[in-house]
């Protein structure tokens, strides 16, 4: 069988210096940590700023990672973008690395598209990369893309490309849209929650697992409810989880969750954003700290 992700991945924070470049030492640090936690890699993601990364600094970055010896079978890197030649680029250079597989979002740009357009985008990398190898997540995120993919369409796909389009994450929000896309049992099709909040009904519907933000930082947590999602303190755990995620989501959550980083490694370089998004003011970060410690939250073994 080849090879299919479940559990939980998350969408690794994408660390960046003083002068806005992408950190490679942090970042290979932030995969191994993570890794330790038993959480897999969606790197460029959109919590990973993925959309605010070039091409170039991406396979760079991918590099570096397989370079370091991060198992690149672990790694489901975004590759969907707006420009089709971007996606194919991005898609063969992780392809040829080895990945698990690539989260491709559709081209976002364009509101209103029909099926048969966002059909023939996936169908053209699909076809241009060309590779037995290749094994394909879809993104649905229409809270932010404003660009979703229907069932019909995702029926589709997995038809007519079976063996590569393999999966989904489902950051719709909405749990009946989820459920749906469960119910329609696409052999061996693999549906991931956006969140933790929806990963107990996920797997009890016959769900993946999630791929998730706040798996960046309580990742061994998430894991735990994922391995015992049939035990009896299950809903415990769920409602401990969102206890967390609530903290998260009542702050921008992308400098949040740096902010996070940042506090539990001591190393302050971690908050730094690439414009348009701002990291959190001191004020803002030390409530966040506070009512997360309040919670008993921590990032165990985390390190500068």
């Known amino acids: 069988m080849p090879h ?9 924070v994408t660390p960046f210096s003083d002068d ?50 991060i198992d690149p079978l672990a790694m489901m890197p975004g590759t969907g973008c707006c420009a089709l030649t971007d996606s194919v680029r991005l898609t063969a250079k992780a392809v040829e690395l080895g990945v698990g597989g690539t989260l491709m979002l559709p081209p976002f740009y364009y509101k209103g598209v029909p099926d048969d357009g966002l059909y023939r985008n996936f169908a053209e990398v699909i076809e241009r990369v060309g590779s037995s190898d290749l094994r394909v997540y879809l993104y649905h995120i229409p809270p932010v893309a404003q660009v979703g993919l229907s069932h019909d369409l ?29 119910d329609r049992q696409w052999d061996d099709f693999h549906v991931f929650a956006g969140s933790e909040t929806f990963l107990l009904q996920t797997m009890q519907a016959g769900g993946a697992g999630c791929i998730s933000a706040t798996a960046n930082v309580n990742p061994a947590a998430i894991h735990t409810l994922y391995e015992n999602w049939q035990s ?3 809903e415990q755990k769920q409602a401990e989880l969102d ?33 348009p998004l701002q990291p959190l003011e001191n004020e803002t970060r030390r409530d966040l700290i506070a009512r997360l410690e309040a919670a008993g939250f921590g990032m165990s073994g985390l390190q500068a």
């Open 232 to 234: 009896e303190t299950a």
């Open 20 to 69: 806005l470049k992408p950190s490679p030492e942090r970042l290979i640090a932030q995969c191994r940590w993570l890794l330790s936690q038993n959480v897999n890699l969606a790197v460029f993601g959109t919590n990973s700023e993925a959309n605010s990364l070039s091409v170039d600094e991406k396979i760079e970055l991918m590099e570096v990672l397989v370079d370091a010896g």
């Open 4 to 12: 299919r992700f479940s559990g939980v991945l998350t969408p690794v």
């Open 154 to 182: 995702i029926e589709r796909l997995v038809t007519d490309y079976p063996g590569t389009v393999v999966g989904i994450k489902d950051s719709s929000g909405d749990w009946e849209n989820t459920k749906g896309m469960l």
């Open 243 to 275: 206890s967390i995620r609530a903290i998260f989501q009542s702050f921008p959550m992308i400098p949040a969750l740096k902010a996070a980083v940042a506090h539990w490694s001591g190393d302050e370089t971690w908050c730094m954003t690439r414009p």
